[in-house]
T-cell receptor
Framework: LAKTTQPISMDSYEGQEVNITCSHNNIATNDYITWYQQFPSQGPRFIIQGYKTKVTNEVASLFIPADRKSSTLSLPRVSLSDTAVYYCLVGDINFGNEKLTFGTGTRLTIIP | DTAVSQTPKYLVTQMGNDKSIKCEQNLGHDTMYWYKQDSKKFLKIMFSYNNKELIINETVPNRFSPKSPDKAHLNLHINSLELGDSAVYFC?????????????FGPGTRLTVT
């Protein structure tokens, strides 16, 4: 399993764009990159997943460079409700490799 | 409508007791999971079932026994509870085992063993 490294915590002001970077130097060819969000006292929630280049949905964008050794989750114009822990997960979703391995995550605090 | 529900939300019990946590999903998913989140907030998978069949069984004490009566339910029974079992337990589901990257989590059950 590819090891991931993320900042332990980040602060940002409301209205700003927030970028959280995850390093995964030994990512394998079959590995996908997935991000989850966890609010206090709730279960994690799937945000976005990608393999290469850029993926965008209604919540966030995910940027993955050509070498795929890192990825950046971008949250546009954050609000106080975006305060949460964000997890970067890297894994092979092929048959027989169904495990999601959560790391320590990045605790994002949005400041009014 | 709650997609993945767990009962109870809180569970306080004494060492040595046996307890169960129930999980139900109304998403029509084939695959369900149990996770444990300890006091340091590490979230670790314990078990996974696909259509009532056990497919992931991590290194978990055999005091923990999952049971899936049907694909919409995955219950967790814990025998002889120990202090170290105190944690938040999350149930999750995914459409199938090929969609395990997108899991839907329940609200969690906070277990406190005294």
């Amino acid at each position: 399993l590819a090891k991931t490294t993320q900042p332990i915590s980040m602060d940002s002001y409301e209205g700003q764009e927030v970028n959280i970077t995850c390093s995964h130097n030994n990512i394998a060819t079959n590995d996908y990159i997935t991000w989850y969000q966890q609010f206090p006292s709730q279960g994690p929630r799937f945000i976005i997943q990608g393999y290469k280049t850029k993926v965008t949905n209604e919540v966030a964008s995910l940027f993955i460079p050509a070498d795929r050794k890192s990825s950046t989750l971008s949250l546009p114009r954050v609000s106080l409700s975006d305060t949460a822990v964000y997890y970067c997960l890297v894994g092979d979703i092929n048959f027989g490799n169904e495990k999601l391995t959560f790391g320590t995550g990045t605790r994002l605090t949005i400041i009014p | 409508d709650t997609a993945v529900s767990q009962t109870p939300k809180y569970l306080v019990t004494q060492m040595g007791n046996d307890k169960s946590i129930k999980c139900e999903q109304n998403l029509g998913h084939d695959t369900m999971y149990w996770y444990k989140q300890d006091s340091k907030k590490f979230l670790k998978i314990m078990f996974s079932y696909n259509n009532k069949e056990l497919i992931i069984n991590e290194t978990v004490p055999n005091r923990f026994s999952p049971k899936s009566p049907d694909k919409a339910h995955l219950n967790l029974h814990i025998n002889s509870l120990e202090l170290g079992d105190s944690a938040v337990y999350f149930c999750a589901s995914s459409m199938d085992r090929f969609s395990s990257y997108e899991q839907y989590f329940g609200p969690g059950t906070r277990l406190t063993v005294t």
